[in-house]
């Protein structure tokens, strides 16, 4: 509620000039005015009404009194430097108080909205206090699914040894940059609809950002050595065992992760390189680029774009090298004779096509534009799908679709039934 001037013991005289213009009329009418000259002698006087509203009359008395003053300094040779200043001390008492006040209420919002800030608050799903119970039951369910799925994977494939090949290899690789994707965000996602606090630290933002965007980004280029490696198998079986032999293999996955941690370390030193201020609202339930970039003191609309370009580096090229894969591998499918064989040829890269779209899918959609023009619901809308759902997709597509899996997971079975027996 905006405060009231205290009110003047005084009639307007009408030989007043008229210098009113229709911001005068306006809340506001004494801080326009400080920033007026003082006013000029050859304006003419008009006729006004018997009643203005105090504040008009009150910006009037202000500029009658300073023309006063700037004259009577002409006569004494001393220059009043600020005559408006002098009239407000000849007001009623409090209303130099008043004044200042609100000729310093823009320079204290100005203030408090360059305040450093020195912790974010996840917004998440504060928003659906009544859901929050639902949502808890409904992730942790979910992520205990994806979490022993995953693990399954791995534990199959290292037990297994018809299962010691490149294509598993990767796959176990897969699975456990899945697991590990998913501990960056679920738990404190999870933590987050129970507690009443959604703090975090901007260290643990940074950490948290900085493992989400180098798993994210690893993921994607071992999807696309996955691919590369289907194409080897179809269009060169005779050369498979050479060109991806297990040194290889192993050095191709190394250089996977250290790619995909390089581009996460440079994300986040650009978002991280200067101060937040103003709001401390992140609008996610996890740290994400942008909506931690909006609150960048700076201007980051050069750090966005450099961001941006960068994420299509990784997705967009991931991507058309994936789908570049596929177009020699349908060319040697198509050449196969026997339906029987197109039909093996074409299942192993089934599960695979399938967690590429659902995975490329999602990441186009959020970090391939500019700037976030979504909604902030709608973002984490699709942020739940890639963070929750696709991890669990992975080992129930890679289980139901791959039949050596199968049959190595049978047999496992079997092999502890028989031992617990």
Known sequence: MTESPPS????????????????????????????LPPPCPEVQPVHHGPLLTASVALALRHLALSRDLVDMSKMKGEPVKQPLTHSIQRQPPGFESWYRARKNAPEKQQENASQLVTEFVLVGFSNLP???????????????????????????IQVDRS???????????????????TLVTIPNMLAHLLMESQAISIPGCRAQMFFFLGLGC???????????????AICHPLRYSVIMRPTVSLCLGALVFCSGFLVASIETSMIFSSPFCGSDRVEHFFCDIAPVLKL???????????IFFLSVLVVLVSFLLILLSYAFIVAAIVRIPSAAGRRKAFSTCAAHLTVVIVHFGCASIIYLRPESGGRPDQDRLVAVF????????????????????RVALRRSLGWSRGVFK
């Open 130 to 156: 009544d859901l929050r119970t639902t949502l808890f039951g409904l992730f942790f369910l979910t992520y205990l699914v994806t979490l022993s799925g995953n693990i399954t994977i791995i534990t199959i």
């Open 218 to 232: 690893s993921h994607c280029f071992l999807l696309t050595l996955m691919g590369y490696d289907r194409y080897v």
């Open 296 to 306: 960048s003191c700076s201007d980051s609309a050069g750090k966005a774009l450099a």
């Open 163 to 181: 299962l010691h090949t490149p294509m598993y290899r990767f796959l176990a690789a897969l699975s456990l940059s899945e697991t590990s994707y």
């Open 8 to 35: 003047p013991d005084w009639t307007l005289d009408q030989s007043y000039p008229d210098i009113l213009l229709t911001q005068l009329c306006q809340p506001h009418t004494l801080l326009f005015l400080s920033h």
């Open 386 to 405: 890639y963070t929750v759902v696709t991890p669990l997709l992975n080992p129930v597509v890679y289980t139901l679709r791959n039949k050596e899996v």
